[in-house]
C-alpha cells in the first residue's frame, strides 16, 4: 500500500469517529434524557480525544513527508490532510488545553453575565480567551505563513482571506448608508399586511416544513427532521438530521428555519460520494456552506415566486386566510436592530462587519477587552445609527468570542453575499427558475447548486469556486442588486 | 499511577466507545433514515474495531500481569479485566475473521431459507459456522479451563454451568410432563373471559405504557421509550432507551414488551454509579439480566394484584370494558406451540431445553447438521407432544445458531426461573409486596432488587448473588411453586 493509501485509510477511520460524534451529538440535543448529559460528555470527549490522537500521530506525520500525490483531487487531498496535521500539531499541548480550560470557564461566566448585562464581571475571563487565542494564532499563522488572524479565518473557510473581506465589507458600508433610510421610508409608505393570530398547531407546521423541505429536494429516506432548542444541521452525508422548534403563534420562524437547514442539507447530501471520508470530499468551508443555506432560505424561498406558491398552500393547511402580501410583510422588512441573528438581510452584514473589526482589533491588541462595550456601542452607532441599552443587547450578546471563536463572523455575510451571486448565476443559466420557484420546485437550482458548488467538495476554495460557477471571484454588486431589487424599488 | 490505575483507566475508555456504539445502535433501530445504513455499518465496525484492539493491546496483556489487585471489588475488576483480555485474545484473528464472515454468510441465508421453509439450502452454511464455532470454543475451553461449551455459555452467564443448568432443567421435564395437562385440563374448564376488541390507539398505548413503566420504578429523567420493529433494552445506565412496537388490536403485546423492558432498563440504571464503566460494575450477566425483565413482567405485573389495579386503569385509558378476567384470559394462559418467542411461560422451558440439548451435540459433534431438522421434531414431540408442521417452524425459527450464538439459550430459562426465586425472597422480606402491587407500585420491589441484584453488578456469579439474596443456588422449586400456585390452582 503506498503512503497515500494508507493515508486515506487513516482519514477514513478518523472520519467515521467524526461521524459518530455528529450523531451523538445531534442526539444530545434532539433526544437524549437530561440524565444522559454527564455520560454523552465522557463519550463524545473520547472520541474527540481518539480523533485528534490519530490526526497528530508521529507515524502520520511520517506517512505524510514520504506521501507523493497522483494529480487532480488526490493532490489536493494530499494538501488538506497535510494542512490538517499542521493544524492539530502546531500548538503546543499545554496551550490547548489551557485554550479549553479557559473558554469553558469563560463561556460559563458569561452566561451569567448576560442574563444581568454585567460585561465586567466576564472581563477578566474573556481577557485571558483572548489572551490564549492571540498566542495560539501567533503559533499557527507561523505554521501556515499567515497573519495570526488568517490563521484563524481560515480554519473556517479557504479560499478569502481578511484583506479581501474587509474591501468587500466597506463596500457594504457604503451601500447600506445610502440604502438603509431609503428601504425604510419605502417600507413605511407601504401599507400593513399582517398574517392572521395562531395558533398555528405544531404538528401541521411540521407537516408543511417537511413538504417544503422535500419539495427544496431534501431525500428523506437520508434524513430527518427533529426539535431542538436550538436548531441545526448535523448528521453525516446519508443521514442529515435537521432540527427546528415549533412556537404555534409564529409559523414563519419554523419553516424559515427548517428551510435554511434544508440548504445546508442538500450541501450535505450533495457531496461527492467518491470521496466520502476524504478531506477533499467534504464541503468547501463555513461561507460556502452558509450560501446554501442563505440561496435556499432568502434567495428562493423569499422570492415573489415562491411566497406567491407558499401563500395558497400555509392558507389551507392552517385554514386561514394567510396572504402573499401577509407573508412579505413578515419575511421582508429592514429594521435597524440590536440582535444580530434576529436580524434583516440588509443589516445583518452591519452586525458581521462590527464583529469582523473588532475581533480583529482585539487579536492584535488594538482594542483591550476593558474597552470592548465602548467600542462596540460606538460601532453599532456608526453603521447603524442605534445604541445598545445594555451589553446584553451589546457585546455580551453572542457566544463565539467567549468560547473562543474568533474569525467565523465573516462566514455570515460572505456567505449572504455568496448566495445572491450563485443566485445570479443560476437565474442566468436557467430561464425558467423563477417558474419552478412558483411552483415550490427548487429541483432545477438545487441541481445547477450540486454541479457548481456542491460537487466541487473541498476541491478548490471559495473564490476558486465562484470564478467557475459565476464567471468572477466574490462581488457584492450581486448582493446589492439582490436587496435592491426586493427593497429599493 | 498503578498498574491498575492505568488499566481502570483502559476500561474506562473502552467503556465509552462500547457506550457510543449502544447509542448508535438504538439509533440505528429506532430513528435511522434507511439511507443511513451503510454509513452507520462503518462508523460501528470502527469503534468496534478500536475496543477490540485497546483490549487486545500488547500492553495491556503486559499491564495485565503487573497489576496487584487491592481486595474486594477491585479483586474482581482486575479477574474480570484479566478474563475479558484472555478472551479477546484467546482466538487467532483469522478464525475471529472467518467467523465473522461464515456468520454473516449464513444470516443471510437464514433470511431466505425461513421464508421458504428450506432447510437444505442453509444446511452447508451452518455446518461452516458451526464448524468454526466448535474450534473456536475448543481454543477458548483450553485458555479458560473449561470445556468449549461452557467455554460459550460462560461468555454470556458466569457463575452456573452447563451441568447445573441440565440438572434444573431436567427435573424441570419432569414437571412439565405432569402438569402441563393439568394446567390445560383447568384451562378448558373455566370459562372464556375475553378482552373487548380494537382498535386501542397507538398514543393512548405509548402513555399508559410510559405511566405504568414510571410506577415500575423507571427515571424517565434518565430514559426514553420510542418505537423499534424488534423491541429491545438499550443506551447506558443513566441514558436508557427502550423500545416497543404497537399494535392497534391488541394492547397487551406492547404493554407486557414495555414492562419486560423496563425490567431490564431498572437493572442498568441501578447499577453501582461508583464502578461505571468497570467490569465489575456491569450487570451480572444474560440470565440475571433476564430476571430482571421477567421479575416485573412475569412475576409483578401479571400477579393477580397488579391486574386488578390495571383493569381498571385500561379500561378507563381505552374507554373499554376491560376486565381482570379478560387479562388473566389474555396473559395468562397454557398453550403447546412451535414458536419460542410465542410461548407462555410454563411451556418456554420446554423450547430451551430442546435447543440447550442440540446445541450441546451439534458442539461435540454428536448430532450432525444434517440430522438437525429430524432431531429436533423428535425432541419437541417428547417434549410436547407436538410436531411442528415444517422447518420454518422448526429448527429455522431462530437466528441465533445460524449467526454463531451457541450457548445463549439456557438463559432465558435460567432467568426465568430466579425470577421466581427471587420474588419468593422479596415477597419473604417486604410483607405488603402484593398490597403495593395492587396500587400498581413496584418500588418496594426494586428498591428490594436494587440492594440485591442490581447494587451487586458483576461483583459475584449468577448462583453467588442468588445465594446472598435468597439463601441458596438456583433451585427450581420456586419457578414449579409459582407456576402451580398460577396454573394449577
Same mark, same amino acid.
Given at each position: 500500500?503506498?503512503?497515500?493509501?494508507?493515508?486515506?485509510?487513516?482519514?477514513?477511520?478518523?472520519?467515521?469517529?467524526?461521524?459518530?460524534? =455528529?450523531?451523538?451529538?445531534?442526539?444530545?440535543?434532539?433526544?437524549?434524557?437530561?440524565?444522559?448529559?454527564?455520560?454523552?460528555?465522557?463519550?463524545?470527549?473520547?472520541?474527540?480525544?481518539?480523533?485528534?490522537?490519530?490526526?497528530? =500521530?508521529?507515524?502520520?506525520?511520517?506517512?505524510?513527508?514520504?506521501?507523493?500525490?497522483?494529480?487532480?483531487?488526490?493532490?489536493? /487531498?494530499?494538501?488538506?490532510?497535510?494542512?490538517?496535521?499542521?493544524?492539530?500539531?502546531?500548538?503546543?499541548?499545554?496551550?490547548?488545553?489551557?485554550?479549553?480550560?479557559?473558554?469553558?470557564?469563560?463561556?460559563?461566566?458569561?452566561?451569567?453575565?448576560?442574563?444581568?448585562?454585567?460585561?465586567? =464581571?466576564?472581563?477578566?475571563?474573556?481577557?485571558?480567551?483572548?489572551?490564549?487565542?492571540?498566542?495560539?494564532?501567533?503559533?499557527?499563522?507561523?505554521?501556515?505563513?499567515?497573519?495570526?488572524?488568517?490563521?484563524?479565518?481560515?480554519?473556517?473557510?479557504?479560499?478569502?482571506?481578511?484583506?479581501?473581506?474587509?474591501?468587500?465589507?466597506?463596500?457594504?458600508?457604503?451601500?447600506?448608508?445610502?440604502?438603509?433610510?431609503?428601504?425604510?421610508?419605502?417600507?413605511?409608505?407601504?401599507?400593513?399586511?399582517?398574517?392572521? @393570530?395562531?395558533?398555528?398547531?405544531?404538528?401541521?407546521?411540521?407537516?408543511?416544513?417537511?413538504?417544503?423541505?422535500?419539495?427544496?429536494?431534501? /431525500?428523506?429516506?437520508?434524513?430527518?427532521?427533529?426539535?431542538?432548542?436550538? @436548531?441545526?444541521?448535523?448528521?453525516?452525508?446519508?443521514?442529515?438530521?435537521?432540527?427546528?422548534?415549533?412556537?404555534?403563534?409564529?409559523?414563519?420562524?419554523?419553516?424559515?428555519?427548517?428551510?435554511?437547514?434544508?440548504?445546508?442539507?442538500?450541501?450535505?447530501?450533495?457531496?461527492?460520494?467518491?470521496?466520502?471520508?476524504?478531506?477533499?470530499?467534504?464541503?468547501?468551508?463555513?461561507?460556502?456552506?452558509?450560501?446554501?443555506?442563505?440561496?435556499?432560505?432568502?434567495?428562493?424561498?423569499?422570492?415573489?415566486?415562491?411566497?406567491?406558491?407558499?401563500?395558497?398552500?400555509?392558507?389551507?393547511?392552517?385554514?386561514?386566510?394567510?396572504?402573499?402580501?401577509?407573508?412579505?410583510?413578515?419575511?421582508?422588512?429592514?429594521?435597524?436592530?440590536?440582535?444580530?441573528?434576529?436580524?434583516?438581510?440588509?443589516?445583518?452584514?452591519?452586525?458581521?462587519?462590527?464583529?469582523?473589526?473588532?475581533?480583529?482589533?482585539?487579536?492584535?491588541?488594538?482594542?483591550?477587552?476593558?474597552?470592548?462595550?465602548? =467600542?462596540?456601542?460606538?460601532?453599532?452607532?456608526?453603521?447603524?445609527?442605534?445604541?445598545?441599552?445594555?451589553?446584553?443587547?451589546?457585546?455580551?450578546?453572542?457566544?463565539?468570542?467567549?468560547?473562543?471563536?474568533?474569525?467565523?463572523?465573516?462566514?455570515?455575510?460572505?456567505?449572504?453575499?455568496?448566495?445572491?451571486?450563485?443566485?445570479?448565476?443560476?437565474?442566468?443559466?436557467?430561464?425558467?427558475?423563477?417558474?419552478?420557484?412558483?411552483?415550490?420546485?427548487?429541483?432545477?437550482?438545487?441541481?445547477?447548486?450540486?454541479?457548481?458548488?456542491?460537487?466541487?467538495?473541498?476541491?478548490?476554495?471559495?473564490?476558486?469556486?465562484?470564478?467557475?460557477?459565476?464567471?468572477?471571484?466574490? /462581488?457584492?454588486?450581486?448582493?446589492?442588486?439582490?436587496?435592491?431589487?426586493?427593497?429599493?424599488?
Amino acid at each position: 500500500m503506498s503512503a497515500y493509501e494508507a493515508l486515506k485509510l487513516s482519514f477514513h477511520r478518523i472520519a467515521c469517529l467524526d461521524e459518530a460524534s =455528529a450523531v451523538l451529538s445531534w442526539d444530545a440535543s434532539a433526544m437524549m434524557p437530561d440524565g444522559g448529559a454527564e455520560a454523552r460528555g465522557e463519550q463524545m470527549a473520547v472520541l474527540a480525544g481518539l480523533s485528534h490522537e490519530f490526526l497528530c =500521530a508521529p507515524e502520520m506525520g511520517e506517512t505524510l513527508a514520504q506521501a507523493q500525490a497522483p494529480e487532480g483531487w488526490d493532490a489536493q /487531498n494530499l494538501t488538506l490532510m497535510r494542512e490538517a496535521h499542521l493544524r492539530a500539531t502546531a500548538l503546543p499541548r499545554d496551550l490547548v488545553e489551557a485554550q479549553v480550560r479557559a473558554g469553558r470557564a469563560c463561556e460559563t461566566i458569561w452566561r451569567a453575565a448576560r442574563k444581568t448585562s454585567d460585561f465586567a =464581571a466576564v472581563q477578566k475571563a474573556l481577557a485571558e480567551v483572548v489572551r490564549l487565542t492571540r498566542e495560539g494564532a501567533e503559533i499557527l499563522g507561523q505554521a501556515l505563513g499567515l497573519s495570526p488572524y488568517e490563521a484563524l479565518m481560515s480554519q473556517y473557510q479557504r479560499g478569502i482571506n481578511a484583506a479581501q473581506a474587509e474591501v468587500i465589507f466597506t463596500r457594504y458600508e457604503a451601500f447600506l448608508r445610502e440604502a438603509l433610510p431609503r428601504a425604510e421610508a419605502l417600507q413605511a409608505a407601504r401599507g400593513h399586511a399582517t398574517l392572521p @393570530p395562531g395558533p398555528y398547531p405544531e404538528a401541521v407546521q411540521a407537516a408543511l416544513a417537511r413538504r417544503l423541505s422535500a419539495g427544496a429536494g431534501l /431525500n428523506f429516506n437520508a434524513a430527518r427532521l427533529d426539535i431542538s432548542a436550538h @436548531p441545526f444541521c448535523g448528521g453525516t452525508p446519508t443521514d442529515i438530521r435537521i432540527t427546528t422548534r415549533y412556537d404555534e403563534a409564529d409559523f414563519c420562524a419554523a419553516l424559515m428555519g427548517v428551510l435554511h437547514e434544508t440548504g445546508h442539507a442538500l450541501y450535505e447530501q450533495n457531496l461527492p460520494a467518491a470521496w466520502r471520508r476524504q478531506p477533499v470530499g467534504a464541503a468547501a468551508g463555513m461561507a460556502m456552506h452558509e450560501s446554501q443555506s442563505l440561496i435556499v432560505e432568502m434567495q428562493a424561498v423569499r422570492s415573489d415566486a415562491y411566497l406567491s406558491y407558499l401563500a395558497p398552500l400555509a392558507a389551507e393547511a392552517f385554514g386561514k386566510p394567510i396572504t402573499v402580501a401577509g407573508l412579505k410583510h413578515r419575511l421582508r422588512r429592514v429594521e435597524r436592530s440590536f440582535i444580530r441573528v434576529e436580524a434583516d438581510e440588509m443589516t445583518y452584514p452591519a452586525h458581521v462587519l462590527l464583529r469582523f473589526r473588532l475581533e480583529q482589533a482585539l487579536l492584535t491588541g488594538g482594542l483591550a477587552v476593558a474597552d470592548l462595550p465602548g =467600542a462596540w456601542n460606538e460601532g453599532l452607532q456608526a453603521l447603524l445609527g442605534i445604541t445598545p441599552p445594555d451589553d446584553a443587547r451589546g457585546c455580551l450578546q453572542d457566544i463565539h468570542w467567549f468560547d473562543g471563536a474568533i474569525g467565523y463572523f465573516p462566514s455570515y455575510t460572505l456567505g449572504a453575499m455568496a448566495a445572491a451571486q450563485l443566485m445570479a448565476a443560476a437565474r442566468k443559466a436557467l430561464p425558467d427558475l423563477d417558474g419552478a420557484l412558483g411552483r415550490g420546485d427548487l429541483a432545477p437550482l438545487t441541481g445547477w447548486l450540486s454541479a457548481h458548488v456542491h460537487q466541487r467538495g473541498s476541491s478548490a476554495g471559495f473564490n476558486e469556486i465562484l470564478v467557475e460557477a459565476t464567471g468572477e471571484a466574490l /462581488n457584492p454588486a450581486y448582493f446589492e442588486a439582490h436587496l435592491t431589487a426586493r427593497y429599493l424599488t
